[in-house]
C-alpha cells in the first residue's frame, strides 16, 4: 500500500459546482497535511496547510483533515474555469519544512 | 522580485554524462528542496536542505546527489544520469517556521538518452 493515495481522475464539473477532492493515507505519523494547485507548464504552488485535525478554509476553498480515518479533502465551492489545474495532496510527520509525501495529482477541468 | 531560478530550463543529454541543474533562491530562505515529477507519478522529494551544510533524503534520492555549500543555492547533481532519470524537476525554497510561503522554481525538463 502506497504511502498516500489520491483519486487519479481525471474530474470534470461545470461551473459553479462544489468539487470534492480527497486522499487517503496509512502512515499514522503524518500530523502536517497540504494542498497544492499546479497549473499547466507551471510550478506546484501551496493551497492550503492544516496541522492535525479538523478544518481550514479560505475563500471558497475549505481542507478537512480526518486523523482517524487517516483521510483528508479539499472542498472548492463554486468552482470557476480558473480553478481547473492539477491538486496534489502532500503530507509530513514533521512539518512544510521537511520531508514531504505527495499524492500523484488530480486533473480538474470546470466547464463553462 | 523574489524568485527561484533553475537552469538549464532544457536539458537533453546521455546516459553516464555528469551534469547539474543549478537551483537559486533570492530571499534569505533557509529551507529549499529538489522534486521530479513524472506522468501516473506525481511529484516526488529528492533531497531537502534546511540551512547549509544540512540535507537530507527524500522519497527518492538514490542517483542524485545535492550540496548547500550556501544558502542561496542548491545543486542538484547527477552523477552518472541514467534514461529513468528523464523527468521534470522542480526546486522550491521557503522560509522555516511560515509554512503557508513557498516558491518553486520554473522547472528543469530534462532527458537522459
Known amino acids: 500500500q502506497k504511502e498516500v493515495e489520491q483519486d487519479p481522475g481525471p474530474l470534470s464539473v461545470p461551473e459553479g459546482a462544489i468539487v470534492s477532492l480527497n486522499c487517503t493515507y496509512s502512515?499514522?505519523?503524518?500530523?502536517?497535511f497540504m494542498w497544492y494547485r499546479q497549473y499547466s507548464r507551471k510550478g506546484p504552488e501551496l493551497l492550503m496547510y492544516?496541522?492535525?485535525?479538523g478544518n481550514k478554509e479560505d475563500g471558497r476553498f475549505t481542507a478537512q483533515v480526518d486523523k482517524s480515518s487517516k483521510y483528508i479533502s479539499l472542498f472548492i465551492r463554486d468552482s470557476q474555469p480558473s480553478d481547473s489545474a492539477t491538486y496534489l495532496c502532500?503530507?509530513?510527520?514533521?512539518?512544510?519544512?521537511?520531508?514531504?509525501?505527495f499524492g500523484k495529482g488530480i486533473t480538474l477541468s470546470v466547464r463553462p | 522580485e523574489a524568485q527561484v531560478t533553475q537552469n538549464p530550463r532544457y536539458l537533453i543529454t546521455v546516459t553516464g554524462k555528469k551534469l547539474t541543474v543549478t537551483c537559486s533562491q533570492n530571499?534569505?530562505?533557509?529551507?529549499m528542496s529538489w522534486y521530479r515529477q513524472d506522468p501516473g507519478l506525481g511529484l516526488r522529494q529528492i533531497y531537502y536542505?534546511?540551512?547549509?551544510?544540512?540535507?537530507d533524503k527524500g522519497d527518492v534520492p538514490e542517483g542524485y546527489k545535492v550540496s548547500r555549500k550556501e544558502k542561496r543555492n542548491f545543486p542538484l547533481i547527477l552523477e552518472s544520469p541514467s534514461p529513468n532519470q528523464t523527468s521534470l524537476y522542480f526546486c522550491?525554497?521557503?522560509?522555516?517556521?511560515?509554512?503557508?510561503?513557498?516558491?518553486f522554481g520554473p522547472g528543469t525538463r530534462l532527458t537522459v538518452l
Open positions: 522550491a525554497s521557503s522560509p522555516l517556521g511560515l509554512v503557508d510561503t513557498q516558491y
Open positions: 502532500a503530507m509530513s510527520v514533521s512539518g512544510a519544512n521537511s520531508k514531504l509525501t
Open positions: 536542505s534546511m540551512n547549509v551544510e544540512v540535507t
Open positions: 502512515n499514522s505519523a503524518f500530523q502536517y
Open positions: 530571499m534569505n530562505h533557509e529551507y
Open positions: 492544516t496541522y492535525s485535525s
